[in-house]
């Protein structure tokens, strides 16, 4: 993940004066949370004792950095690395576009499979861009399979293939009951343990903002559909850490795109359709680099 850096500093008072994390370095997401902590931080503090000192001295200002995280594809690249040349597209314009960045979510057999496939193993490795996030496919079936097969497989993939960088919790459940939230949260936690960067959760569906204030991942897939989202499916996210996984489209409505870019910060669209529309690379990577380095 990048981020666009502004300065962050604020100034308690004329006398007094505080410089908090300016010009800051962030190289992770770890750091990246810490400095929004720090924010919030002083935002409650604003809101509680520097408002009176303006409204007393007039002496206080407030210049808090954004962040952004550019627009960026998560591609469900559900294909074997030697069946056509979709690998060596993905990293093509990956290459052609450092600035954009890219999730590549890859499932060897409904996850990483019994053993190591060396073609796999391969592909990853030359996967790895300074853009590219590769991680791993695995299935939580809606909390039915049990915690630890669901570990189980998250451990093989760092045992199979080390160069993985995240985790892809797939069949997520979207309401957030107390078991849901627990299940989740456990496993993001095990998932950072084995030193995985990325956990991307995929409810494929408008979800409880309870997902992320617990912890249970740090992206979620919030539509999953043949249809561009609706106004009435927005929900207020954390706009950084949602995604859309949009199929059966013949072309690509640049409108809509640019329109759904305000509320997921994480595109895919491609033509292929149900029952598996994830098996091919979408025809539409032209269109949507387009349409992302318009942004």
């Known amino acids: 993940m990048k981020y666009v850096q502004q300065r962050f500093v604020i100034f308690q008072n004329k006398g007094d004066c505080k410089k908090l994390n300016k010009d800051p370095d962030i190289k992770s997401k770890e750091q990246f949370d810490k400095l929004l902590r720090d924010i919030r931080f002083i935002l ?3 809101k509680r004792f520097i408002f009176p000192i303006i409204l007393l001295t007039g002496c206080v200002s407030l210049n808090i950095v954004v962040y952004d995280v550019p627009n960026g594809l998560i591609i469900p690249l559900y ?3 030697t069946n056509n040349n979709s690998y060596s597209k993905v990293l093509e314009y990956s290459r052609n576009n450092p600035h954009i960045p890219v999730i590549v979510i890859l499932n060897p057999n409904s996850g990483p499979g019994e053993n190591v496939d060396l073609n796999y193993k391969k592909a990853i490795k030359e ?16 909390t039915l399979k ?3 097969d669901v570990k189980n497989s998250i451990k093989k993939w760092k045992e199979f293939y080390p160069d993985v960088k995240g985790i892809f ?4 459940t979207s309401e957030s009951t107390f078991n849901n939230i627990n299940y989740y949260k456990e496993l993001n936690i095990y998932t950072k343990q084995l030193g995985f960067t990325t956990t991307v959760a995929n409810p494929g569906r408008p979800f409880s903002n309870n997902y992320f204030t617990q912890n249970c991942a740090d992206i979620i897939i919030g539509w ?6 609706s106004p009435k499916d ?4 954390n706009v950084n850490r949602v995604g859309v996984l949009i199929h059966s489209q013949e072309i690509v409505d640049i409108k809509m795109v640019k329109k759904i870019s305000r509320k997921y910060k994480w595109i895919y669209i491609t033509q292929d359709k149900l029952e598996n529309p994830w098996d091919s690379l979408s025809n539409h990577m032209d269109s949507l680099y387009s349409a992302l380095n318009t942004f």
């Not at 927005?234 to 996210?237: R, S």
């Open 44 to 46: 409650i503090s604003m």
């Open 79 to 81: 294909v074997y690395p």
């Open 127 to 142: 996967l790895k861009q300074p853009n590219i996030t590769t991680i791993g496919y695995v299935s939580t079936n809606y």
């Open 146 to 148: 049990k915690l630890e």
């Open 169 to 172: 919790l797939d069949e997520m």
């Open 224 to 229: 999953e559909e043949s249809e561009y989202p």
């Open 234 to 237: 927005y929900q207020i996210y």
